[in-house]
């Protein structure tokens, strides 16, 4: 399999894993193009296109779909400042946070066992999706995060950590126990979606970047006028 086919494999087994998190319907792979195609129903975001960078031909034939749509579209791809470049192009607004696809075999994760004392852990959820999240001596949610297990993949996903409470290391602990539960129901690959800011915590754990993913949507005048629509 050539990069381009390796990406695409992690782009479908990620959104697989980050779908049953959200709860949406099973995405469909167009003939066409090759892109997943994900209903979301949201204002502005009812469905959204993930195609992995397969030339600017079909980089612009998406873009101009999405043009007057309330769809987005993101791309990933190994060349985030031509890819922004043709969806600016194209009428689209791109988003100014890039985020990065990154993966880990799950056995290399580092991370500590337990949280600081002051902090209590819960785990919930059934099936696939699992929630982990620490919560400080009031009861209040200091840091969460979810993982579906999809055969021998986990995906992360919603990994956040309450402001009043970064830089304790709690982050690392959420990683670390949803790590655990999916290495415990056969998982070997983590998966998962980075902001810039969650990729500095994920580097130090082990993770490794496989691609930027880069997403615009309609410039806010024609998405209201489409969403009103």
Not at 21 to 44: H, I, M, S, Y
Not at 175 to 193: E, F, S, V, W, Y
């Amino acid at each position: 399999m050539d990069e381009l086919g390796l990406v695409k494999d992690l782009v479908r087994r990620w959104e697989r894993g980050w779908g049953l998190c959200r709860g949406l319907p099973k995405a469909t792979t167009r003939t066409a193009d090759d892109a997943l195609e994900v209903v979301l129903g949201l204002p502005g975001r009812e469905w959204e296109l993930f195609l992995v960078d397969g030339g600017d031909g079909v980089v612009r034939a998406l873009a101009e779909e999405v043009l007057g749509s309330p769809g987005w579209l993101t791309v990933t791809t190994q060349r985030a400042d031509e890819v922004a470049a043709l969806l600016e192009q194209a009428g689209l607004e791109v988003f100014a946070e890039r985020k990065l696809l990154m993966s880990i075999d799950l056995r290399n994760q580092a991370t500590p066992a337990a949280p600081p004392a002051e902090y209590r852990q819960e785990m919930s959820g059934d099936g696939a999706v699992r929630s982990a999240q620490l919560l400080d001596a009031q009861g209040n949610v200091a840091a969460r995060g979810m993982v579906a297990v999809v055969g021998t993949d986990a995906v992360m996903h919603d990994i956040h950590t309450d402001p009043g409470h970064r830089r304790r290391g709690l982050g690392s602990v959420v990683m670390g126990t949803l790590g655990r539960h999916a290495i415990q129901r056969g998982a070997t690959t983590g998966l998962l979606m980075a902001t810039v800011d969650g990729a500095h915590l994920y580097r130090r754990l082990g993770w490794a970047p496989e691609a930027t993913m880069v997403t615009a949507t309609n410039r806010p005048a024609a998405n209201s006028r489409s969403t009103a629509a």
